[in-house]
């Protein structure tokens, strides 16, 4: 089992940037795919960023391209998401996610969630 956990949500101001944190426990995650999801109120949870094993192929939504970035550090058993020029329809949930695969396929549904960490943008 892995256990993931989120950080580095808060309120920023439109134009700001913010970076959460996903670190991974109970197993290593160098073999995974990983990735980051976001929901908003009253919206279904939608794909933000995919990683692969090594980080060397990553996916956008369209939302995110050119401004965020997935990345991940395997010897620290975390993955990163750094969200640039913020908009106030970014505010939603956070949750990071792992495939069991180390490439990411749309196909799939994520074996594994975390709690979420809340990124609310003010206009």
């Known amino acids: 089992q892995v256990q993931l956990v989120e950080s580095g949500g808060g309120l920023v101001q439109a134009g700001g940037s913010l970076r959460l944190s996903c670190a991974a426990s109970?197993?290593?995650?160098?073999?995974?795919?990983m990735g980051w999801f976001r929901q908003a109120p009253g919206k279904e949870r939608e794909f933000v960023a995919a990683?692969?094993?090594?980080?060397?192929?990553?996916y956008y939504a369209d939302s995110a391209k050119g401004r965020f970035t997935i990345s991940r550090d395997n010897a620290r058993n975390t993955v990163y998401l750094q969200m640039n020029s913020l908009k106030p329809e970014d505010t939603a949930v956070y949750y990071c996610?792992?495939?069991?695969?180390?490439?990411?396929?749309?196909?799939?549904?994520?074996?594994?969630w975390g709690q979420g960490t809340q990124v609310t943008v003010s206009s």
């Open positions: 990683i692969n094993w090594s980080g060397s192929r990553k």
């Open positions: 996610a792992a495939w069991e695969s180390r490439e990411y396929s749309s196909s799939n549904y994520p074996h594994y």
């Open positions: 109970g197993r290593t995650i160098s073999s995974y795919a």
